[in-house]
């Protein structure tokens, strides 16, 4: 059985190596601690028709015009379909030529706690409608694509990198994703739709919202296994068949770009177990970081999160082992993670 590492510092030390069997794809002897087992050796199939089920979602995205993302920055309006949009907030940059990023975050008000102070731009996109509660906008949507829930989020997430791209101030031919909790699944979604647009993916503290084993067993981060619980029995197994098409580990296997996996050892929002059943369904660059001490928080509230984008950006742009940096002692990293 492969084991994932409680603490893996290889997002600062080295480049993202090829996936191998020694390690788990890891590149790095893992540092002392606890270790999780792997539950995901027996995903479910993924649906026949999923590409084409992609296929046609992303044809209900609006055509996006130049000039949306210019000025100062501030509140903008990401426009989705004819009948939906969402909040955003943005910070042009000072460098054109840097990578922007698309943060995809879980609060209703986009902005950031802590905003950037790196030299790229940043736009930061609230992927969930937050005027229902949780079970509706999860469920809804589902019988009829586009009108709400998971097809929005994910198609939000697709339309967020084709707005920054239409910046006129911006030189970077590609943008990186950055999801949180459920918006990681988003940037992995939106990263495996259109990898010609991206550059890199840092799934942050993942709930991955939805996995069914091939024998049938349900794995959901808890808020959403409530959820899909509370179901009507005549209900569930066509939800589930529905959900089937917006289960992370389908969208992570067709993952091509770079991908970090970030998770917290003291997550009980989004366990160790949900990032490691995504990681192992990666085949592209990859690398993971699991901070024993950290809860469930923003990325933005990490004190140094610009410092991993750089080393991440500088991994996707470079040799597949290339080391990055100079190293730093595994303490001083997780202190820097976890900071307020």
């Known amino acids: 059985m492969r084991l994932f590492p409680v603490l893996t510092i290889a997002l600062l030390l080295t480049g993202l190596a090829a996936p191998s069997v020694a390690d788990g794809g890891l590149g790095i002897v893992p540092v002392a ?8 050796a027996s995903p479910a199939a993924c649906p026949a028709d999923f590409g084409a089920f992609w296929q046609r979602a992303l044809s209900q995205c609006q ?38 990023v698309v943060h ?10 802590r905003r950037p102070v790196d030299r790229r731009a940043h736009l930061y996109v609230s992927w969930r409608s937050y005027d229902c509660d949780l079970a509706t906008w999860y469920l809804q949507g589902l019988a009829h694509p586009g009108d709400g829930g998971l097809m929005a989020s994910v ?10 791209r ?11 994703l950055v999801g949180d909790g459920y918006g990681a699944v988003m940037a992995l979604a939106a990263a495996a739709l259109a990898p010609e647009r991206v550059s890199f993916v840092i799934v942050h503290q993942p709930r991955p919202a939805f996995h069914r084993m091939a024998d049938g067993t349900l794995t959901a981060c808890p808020a959403i296994a409530r959820i899909l619980s509370a179901l009507p029995a005549t209900d569930a197994n066509p939800t589930c068949a529905a959900l089937s098409y917006y289960d992370a580990v389908n969208f992570a296997a067709r993952a091509t770009r770079p991908t970090f996996v970030i998770a917290g050892g003291r997550d009980r929002d989004a366990p160790v ?25 923003p990325s933005d509230s990490m004190s140094n999160f610009a410092q991993l984008l750089a080393r991440a950006d500088a991994i996707a742009q470079g040799p597949t082992a290339a080391p990055i940096g100079t190293p730093v002692r595994p303490e001083a990293l997780v202190r820097d993670l976890t900071s307020p």
Do not use: F
């Open 273 to 297: 177990s949900e990032a490691r059943m995504l990681y192992d369904r990666l085949t592209c660059k990859r690398n993971s970081l699991v901070v024993p001490t950290m809860r469930h928080h």
């Open 63 to 100: 055509p996006l015009q130049p000039g949306a993302l210019t000025g100062t920055g501030g509140d903008v309006i990401v426009p989705v379909t004819d009948t939906l949009s969402m909040r955003a907030w943005w910070q042009p940059g000072t460098d054109p030529a840097a990578t922007p």
């Open 166 to 176: 239409t910046s006129p101030e911006l030189t970077a031919p590609l943008v990186a």
């Open 104 to 113: 995809l975050v879980e609060r209703a008000n986009p902005e950031p706690a």
């Open 155 to 164: 198609l939000a997430a697709c339309q967020a990198v084709d707005l920054v």
């Open 33 to 40: 601690g606890e270790a999780i087992p792997n539950d995901s």
